[in-house]
């Protein structure tokens, strides 16, 4: 397995990236969802750095 992938695989990314999330204002479940649903299409470093917490726009009530 590669380390990439070993580092997808562990226990402290998720915890992590929601409470990220949650410190730049983010509904946790709508983020998390976006995220995974953008990130096998995203192809390059800034494709993946654009869905990071810190870069992404509050989503909206109405999207909730």
Not at 30 to 39: A, D, G, K, N, W
Not at 44 to 64: C, D, M
Request: net charge positive; no cysteine; proline share 8%.
């Amino acid at each position: 397995m590669s380390s990439s992938r070993r580092i997808i695989h562990s226990p402290i990314i998720l915890p992590s990236v929601v409470e990220t999330a949650k410190a730049n204002g983010l509904e946790r479940y709508q983020y998390l969802r976006q995220v995974l649903t953008v990130l096998p299409q995203a192809e390059t470093v800034e494709a993946i750095e654009s869905l990071l917490p810190r870069a992404v726009k509050k989503i909206p009530a109405e999207t909730r």
